[in-house]
């Protein structure tokens, strides 16, 4: 019935005084305002649809008449719905795919008989009326990971939620007298702008359709070979890189605790200073004695263990423990 396109120049990020008047409405619902909190002004776009149509009603005369007689049958169970399908494109990336979409259906058996009594009116001619159909689509869409573009049930549903948009639908024909048809979808808001939320009385219709669209924050380009892996795969990273830390944290350390661990090292220390002192005094031969004891306590593991035991004191004296 009715097909229509965004184009760069309608789409766009959402300006920081109209997301501030998104989180001010929305501040008494805690998980409303909380969705909101995990975005950027940046991160939100409005995207502004057209609401003339781009092509003719393409409808052969049969099968308008056919659906004409069902828009005004109130007994048959015949599925009579109206589906709007909305479609998103974005450059490819290995972590995001590139287009999504997701179709919201309303049936029309469910609603007033009125509104499908007017589009049978409209179709065969016998009025020009607007017709009006509510709760059609959400305003609110979330842009993931995945390829399904998703309602924010947060922002449409609650008390402060604004709840499923509202259209009217106008049918065209060519004033020329052709067989040419096309339909105008306007949208019918709260307020001289979405922004602006008055009094659920005052309805302002618009030649246009918006969505606002939360798009979803992408890991750079450095990390995108982590991130191309989901949140389970970052997580495998992650524990990996601290295992492998860890294990070289500890490797060899059997080799060296014999020597950083001794409960006594006065010996050693003594040992050591006398070094220093016959090196000074170049007395050589008493310094290769000294360094072949110091090399043999280090090559002598039963050595080393009997001259750093622990030191007890009592009294004055130093006795080393068995």
């Known amino acids: 019935m009715f097909t229509t396109t965004a184009l760069k120049s309608n789409i ?72 709007f399908e909305v479609k998103f494109q974005r450059e490819p990336d290995k972590a995001l795919p590139a287009d999504l979409n997701n179709f919201f259906e309303v049936d029309l058996r469910k609603l007033d008989p009125s509104v499908r009594h007017a589009f049978a009116a409209v179709i065969n001619g016998t009025s020009s009326e607007t017709v009006k159909v509510n709760q059609v689509f959400p305003r609110f869409l979330r842009l993931g990971t995945t390829t399904k573009a998703t309602k ?92 492998r830390l860890l294990r070289l944290s500890t490797t060899n350390q059997y080799l060296t605790i014999m020597f950083r661990e001794l409960p006594d090292v006065d010996y050693i220390m003594r040992l050591v200073l006398d070094l220093y002192l016959v090196r000074e005094m170049k007395e050589f031969r008493l310094e290769e004695d000294l360094y072949a004891t110091l090399i043999f306590l280090y090559r002598s593991p039963e050595t080393t263990i009997k001259v750093t035991r622990q030191t007890v004191r009592i009294g004055n004296l130093k006795k080393k423990n068995d």
Do not use: C
């Open 152 to 243: 924010v049930d947060q922002l449409i549903g609650g008390s402060t939620g604004i709840h499923l948009s509202n259209i009217s639908m106008t049918l065209n024909t060519d004033a020329a007298g052709g067989l040419s048809e096309w339909w105008d979808v306007n949208e019918r808001i709260l307020g001289a702008t979405i922004f602006t939320y008055a009094d659920p009385d005052v309805v302002n219709t618009v030649n246009k359709i918006s969505i606002i669209t939360f798009n979803d924050k992408k890991a750079p380009e450095s990390l995108s070979f982590l991130s191309g892996y989901g949140i389970i795969g970052l997580y495998i990273s992650f524990i990996l890189l601290i295992g």
């Open 12 to 83: 766009r990020s959402l300006n920081d005084a109209e997301f501030n008047s998104l989180k001010k409405h929305y501040n008494q619902d805690p998980r409303a305002f909380s969705f909101l909190s995990g975005y950027d002004p940046e991160d939100v776009t409005l995207t502004s649809f057209d609401g003339r149509a781009l092509s003719i009603w393409g409808i052969s005369p049969a099968s308008q008449a056919e659906l004409i007689n069902d828009l005004y049958n109130d007994t048959t169970t015949t599925k009579l719905s109206l589906t």
